[in-house]
């Protein structure tokens, strides 16, 4: 299990990197991504790597070309990989500095994910996962 935190831990440098290629080619072609109301406006199940990326990169117009994550905690909790990441940067349009630390509970198969859940806070996929605090 630790492959796949590493594998996850990779995702970030090439996100960080705007490498979206490699991104895409992490994802599962039937990948299953759950954003929860807590995110943002944008909240929904989103079904394969096609319908993933445009989420991922709808959101990522959003931001300045200085929006970055930090991977504060990685770790496999049974079959899944949790992660908490500090984003920080600025509004594309706005310019306002945004920071904000989310958690986001993942499977992989394979090396590649097939599930992930983006939540609004670390508390949030700790409790999603049976580890609450």
């Avoid at 895409?24 to 993933?52: C, K, M, Y």
């Avoid at 899944?80 to 594309?92: N, S, T």
């Avoid at 920071?99 to 999603?128: F, M, P, Q, W």
């Amino acid at each position: 299990m630790s492959q796949d935190v590493e594998i996850m831990r990779e995702i970030y440098e090439h996100i960080n990197q705007r490498d979206w290629a490699a991104i895409l080619a992490t994802f599962d072609e039937e990948v299953v991504l759950v954003v929860h109301e807590s995110v943002g406006p944008n909240a929904g199940i989103f079904r394969g790597r096609e319908a993933v990326g445009r989420w991922f990169g709808d959101w990522f117009l959003a931001f300045g070309k200085d929006y970055r994550f930090e991977v504060e905690e990685a770790r496999s909790v049974g079959d899944r990989v949790l992660i908490v990441a500090r984003h920080h940067g600025h509004g594309r349009c706005s310019g306002v500095q945004v920071e904000r630390v989310t958690g986001e509970v993942h499977s992989l198969r394979g090396g590649k994910i097939v599930h992930s859940e983006l939540y609004g806070s670390r508390t949030e996929a700790l409790e999603a996962i049976g580890l609450a605090e």
